[in-house]
T-cell receptor, first 116, second 114 residues
Framework: DQQVKQNSPSLSVQEGRISILNCDYT??????FLWYKKYPAEGPTFLIS?????DKNEDGRFTVFLNKSAKHLSLHIVPSQPGDSAVYFC???????????????FGKGTHLIIQP | DSGVTQTPKHLITATGQRVTLRCSPR?????VYWYQQSLDQGLQFLIQ???????AKGNILERFSAQQFPDLHSELNLSSLELGDSALYFC?????????????FGPGTRLTVT
């Protein structure tokens, strides 16, 4: 049973436009959410996080939005650049609720392709 | 470069065998996490060690075990290997025990069981 779902295996966006990656979760004990980016032959690298006390967190071109009632989060990248082409993983944890282990539960990833 | 090293990069072995994967965390990091990425399951948390002690357990099979040594490097032991154990195994390290410390991932060890 997948607790973190990324329903789009791939997404193609034109350079300069907005990329929106979506993630849904089912475990109501999750209260800390992260996005990781992964290039081929490398490990995932941390991008941005958000705790459940917020509904938005921004870092440069990257913004994560959290809708707790819908159990949905999204990552916005504006403007999209060629170097953003990678696989993006959504991850979650019950960090503050204590409902989960201190490891992360990952989605299966979305392959973002930025077209020139 | 995350500062986390994993050896070997690739491993090919037969069913029923036992292998050991090694991870050296970033300098100063006390936590080590192990994750398995298989084609159908995505990235799955296996186990976490903090300063030599087991801290949290995820979906780790009984055939798998791990430890963290006094110098903080960690080993993941996989025994009685099955075809389904073929996957990419990632190690990550962080400064603290809690999950809101940023985890830095190594490049992974690709295990192929034939």
């Amino acid at each position: 049973d997948q607790q973190v779902k990324q329903n789009s295996p791939s997404l193609s966006v034109q350079e300069g436009r907005i990329s929106i990656l979506n993630c849904d979760y089912t475990n109501s004990m999750f209260d800390y959410f992260l996005w990781y980016k992964k290039y081929p032959a490398e490990g995932p690298t941390f991008l941005i996080s958000i705790s459940s006390i917020k509904d938005k967190n921004e870092d440069g071109r990257f913004t994560v939005f959290l809708n707790k009632s819908a159990k949905h989060l999204s990552l916005h990248i504006v403007p999209s650049q060629p170097g953003d082409s990678a696989v993006y993983f959504c991850a979650a944890s019950g960090r503050y609720s204590g409902g989960g282990a201190d490891g992360l539960t990952f989605g299966k990833g979305t392959h973002l392709i930025i077209q020139p | 470069d995350s500062g986390v090293t994993q050896t070997p990069k690739h491993l090919i072995t037969a069913t029923g065998q036992r292998v050991t994967l090694r991870c050296s965390p970033r300098s100063g990091d006390l936590s080590v996490y192990w994750y398995q990425q298989s084609l159908d399951q995505g990235l799955q948390f296996l186990i976490q060690y903090y300063n030599g002690e087991e801290r949290a357990k995820g979906n780790i099979l009984e055939r798998f075990s791990a430890q963290q040594f006094p110098d903080l490097h960690s080993e993941l032991n996989l025994s009685s290997l099955e075809l389904g154990d073929s996957a990419l195994y990632f190690c990550a390290s962080s400064a603290g025990a809690a999950v809101d410390y940023e985890q830095y991932f190594g490049p992974g060890t690709r295990l192929t069981v034939t």
